[in-house]
């Protein structure tokens, strides 16, 4: 496709369910970045997967989220246990380079525990 | 850490008035980019500047970088209703990744 793509776009879940997150970048674009954002908040950095390389996962807050990325396509975001915290839209983004190219985003999946 | 602070948090404007939304920050950035996000949906880049004292004009959008490279303005004349929504600077640094600021929510008046 021509963008993004994130699904689900809604997510509701019980409070100690494990929810997985997908999102299909652009073709062709090599890094992928997930953030987290809190209602009427800036981009809180998750994980960030550049081509082969090993992805950077020094954003994750706990051992109970997890991605993966397979080549240089989909991108899934997991996370188990979930708690009321957890709550939160989360964005994904593609991007062509690393250099100073923008960030393309998808229109995120808004996670909600109850 | 590199941290990116915006101002004000939140504005609220009469249609035709000017303004301006600032983000600063006691790091260096390379460049540094603006986004605008409207509710539902994920933010769309509207400009990147690089060079320090760089000034970038997007119809009614004015954009500036520090001469230091460590802070940014964004300035709308004339704001329109159109305008509104939640904008972010992001600054890419030593980490791979851009650090976004936490947003002005800017709401535009009829």
């Known amino acids: 496709g021509a963008g993004v793509s994130q699904s689900p776009s809604n997510k509701v879940t019980e409070k100690g369910k494990d929810v997985e997150l997908r999102c299909d970048p652009i073709?062709?674009?090599?890094?992928l970045y997930w953030y987290r954002q809190r209602l009427g908040q800036g981009l809180e950095f998750l994980i960030y997967?550049?081509?082969?390389?090993?992805?950077?996962k020094s954003g994750l807050p706990s051992d109970r989220f997890s991605a993966e990325r397979t080549g240089e396509s989909v991108s899934t975001l997991t996370i188990q246990r979930t708690q009321q915290e957890d709550s939160a839209v989360y964005l994904c983004?593609?991007?062509?380079?690393?250099?100073?190219?923008?960030?393309?985003f998808g229109s995120g999946t808004r996670l909600t525990v109850v | 850490t590199q941290l990116l602070e915006q101002s004000p948090q939140f504005l609220s404007i009469q249609e035709g008035e000017n303004l301006t939304v600032y983000c600063n920050s006691s790091?260096?950035?390379?460049?540094l980019q603006w986004y605008r996000q409207e509710p539902g949906e994920g933010p769309v880049l509207l400009v990147t500047?690089?060079?320090?004292?760089e000034v970038k004009k997007l119809k009614r959008l004015t954009f500036q970088f520090g001469d230091a490279r460590k802070d940014s303005s964004l300035h709308i004349t004339a704001a329109q209703p159109g305008d509104t929504g939640l904008y972010l600077c992001?600054?890419?640094?030593?980490?791979?990744?851009?650090?976004f600021g936490s947003g002005t929510q800017l709401t535009v008046l009829p």
């Open positions: 983004a593609s991007r062509l380079d690393r250099g100073s190219d923008g960030y393309t």
């Open positions: 073709s062709g674009h090599t890094a």
């Open positions: 997967f550049q081509g082969n390389s090993a992805p950077d």
């Open positions: 790091s260096v950035f390379s460049s």
């Open positions: 500047v690089v060079t320090g004292g």
């Open positions: 992001a600054g890419a640094g030593s980490a791979r990744q851009l650090t």
